[in-house]
């Protein structure tokens, strides 16, 4: 099948005008671009500190986790966060318009399968406290802590 860039424009502005209709359904819209950046520039900046982070898109059925993954560090950080969204190389599952983004969490802890039959899941954690000290710094954001870990809402 043949690249049509024409069909990708009338796609994405079908996901945007659906993801737009989903979020109207929300108390509150709590993000927009700039704190989406400022808030993934902190992580960049804090990047030692987070090992997996779960991102919920308006219209995705289940959020996508990163897999022990790292923010890049901050001075590659335009060639990935950019005015709108973040580029495929930072999340897994594609291209993320930040207003597309319902949350980011920040899990406690995780079960990491071993791959192999009869030997048990680990268990792993990160410091979600510390986290938050680290990436909330100077910016106003809606968000809980709880025993599952730090939420940042974009809508609520």
Same mark, same amino acid.
């Given at each position: 099948?043949?690249?049509?860039p024409?069909?990708?424009r009338?796609?994405?502005?079908?996901?945007?005008?659906?993801?737009?209709?989903?979020?109207s359904?929300?108390?509150?819209c709590?993000?927009?671009d700039?704190?989406w950046?400022?808030?993934f520039?902190?992580?960049?900046?804090?990047r030692?500190?987070?090992?997996?982070?779960?991102?919920?898109?308006?219209d995705?059925?289940?959020?996508?986790?990163s897999r022990? !993954?790292?923010?890049?560090?901050?001075d590659r950080?335009?060639?990935?966060?950019?005015?709108?969204g973040?580029?495929e190389?930072?999340?897994?599952?594609?291209?993320?318009? !930040?207003r597309?983004?319902?949350?980011i969490?920040?899990?406690?802890?995780?079960?990491v399968?071993?791959?192999k039959?009869?030997?048990?899941?680990?268990i792993?954690?990160?410091?979600?406290?510390?986290i938050?000290?680290?990436?909330?710094v100077g910016g106003?954001?809606?968000?809980?802590?709880?025993?599952?870990?730090?939420t940042?809402?974009?809508y609520?």
């Amino acid at each position: 099948m043949a690249f049509d860039p024409e069909e990708l424009r009338i796609q994405a502005q079908r996901r945007d005008r659906e993801c737009r209709r989903i979020a109207s359904s929300f108390s509150g819209c709590f993000m927009n671009d700039t704190k989406w950046r400022k808030l993934f520039h902190a992580c960049c900046l804090n990047r030692e500190l987070i090992v997996r982070c779960c991102l919920k898109e308006l219209d995705a059925p289940q959020p996508t986790c990163s897999r022990d !993954y790292l923010f890049p560090a901050v001075d590659r950080f335009s060639q990935s966060f950019w005015d709108t969204g973040m580029g495929e190389v930072v999340w897994p599952s594609g291209f993320v318009v !930040y207003r597309h983004i319902a949350w980011i969490r920040f899990p406690r802890t995780w079960t990491v399968p071993r791959g192999k039959p009869g030997v048990p899941a680990a268990i792993t954690g990160q410091d979600v406290d510390q986290i938050a000290v680290a990436v909330l710094v100077g910016g106003s954001f809606e968000t809980s802590i709880d025993g599952d870990g730090l939420t940042i809402y974009g809508y609520r």
